[in-house]
């Protein structure tokens, strides 16, 4: 069975500092693809960033890095010079490259003190 | 782009009844996948179609059901609603090839009383 656990329902960062969420997998397959989402209060479900698992190389976008463990099976998102912006529910998830199902984790809460 | 649709945004029923969400996807995209957002529950995935065949189907009871029609829009019916479908439902579109995002919509919020 895929499993996606986002093991913190809450975080909090203080503005500017650096915060990393975690999320491990579970999975048989070799061949997948990685996500994180975030999902601001009220408004749309966007991508922050993905990973192919192929990839030994840390995906990273702006001030949004993840940090890719294949044989540990697990995906954290690594946040930094946190932005009032970034207060949101991020959701881990997680897809196999044969077929369009996503699993996704329960969610970690993010809150960020100004 | 135009991004991914859903309408209604928000919607109120009763127990017992049914309701249809409609979801638009990106244009050239066609895969639609619905799922049931709730506070306690996460996401969970209903459903995936592809060129209007199901294509994944998550544990969900019978009530549930979709499908999507040949501009590859789809919608979602739920029948006989019961109190627990009260939820925020979210659609997702993507090209449906390997490895390729799925984007969201706003979701249609329905609350049943």
């Known amino acids: 069975a895929q499993t996606v656990t986002q093991s913190q329902p809450e975080m909090s960062v203080q503005e500017a500092e650096t915060v990393t969420l975690s999320c491990t997998y579970d999975?048989?397959?070799?061949?997948?693809?990685l996500f994180w989402y975030k999902q601001p209060p009220s408004r749309q479900m966007i991508l922050v960033i993905r990973?192919?698992?192929?990839?030994?190389q840390n995906a990273t976008e702006n001030r949004f890095s993840v940090n890719f463990q294949k044989a540990a099976k697990s995906f954290s998102l690594k946040i930094s010079d946190s932005q009032l912006g970034d207060a949101a529910m991020y959701f881990c998830?997680?897809?196999?490259?044969?077929?369009?199902?996503?699993?996704f984790g329960t969610g970690t809460s993010l809150t960020v003190i100004p | 782009k135009a991004g991914v649709t859903q309408t209604p945004r928000y919607l109120i029923k009763t127990r017992g009844q049914q309701v249809t969400l409609s979801c638009s996807p990106i244009?050239?995209?066609?895969?639609v996948s619905w799922y049931q957002q709730t506070p306690g529950q996460g996401l969970q995935f209903l459903f995936e179609?592809?060129?209007?065949?199901?294509?994944n189907k998550g544990n969900f009871p019978g009530r549930f059901s979709g499908r999507q029609f040949s501009n590859s829009r789809s919608e979602m019916n739920v029948s006989t609603l019961e109190l627990g479908d009260s939820a925020l439902y979210l659609c997702?579109?993507?090209?449906?090839?390997?490895?390729?995002?799925?984007?969201f919509g706003p979701g249609t919020r329905l609350l049943v009383l």
């Open positions: 244009s050239g995209h066609r895969s």
């Open positions: 999975t048989s397959e070799s061949d997948y693809y």
């Open positions: 990973q192919e698992a192929y990839k030994q």
């Open positions: 179609y592809f060129s209007e065949t199901q294509r």
């Open positions: 998830a997680y897809r196999i490259n044969t077929g369009n199902q996503f699993y």
């Open positions: 997702a579109s993507s090209s449906g090839l390997a490895g390729e995002t799925q984007y």
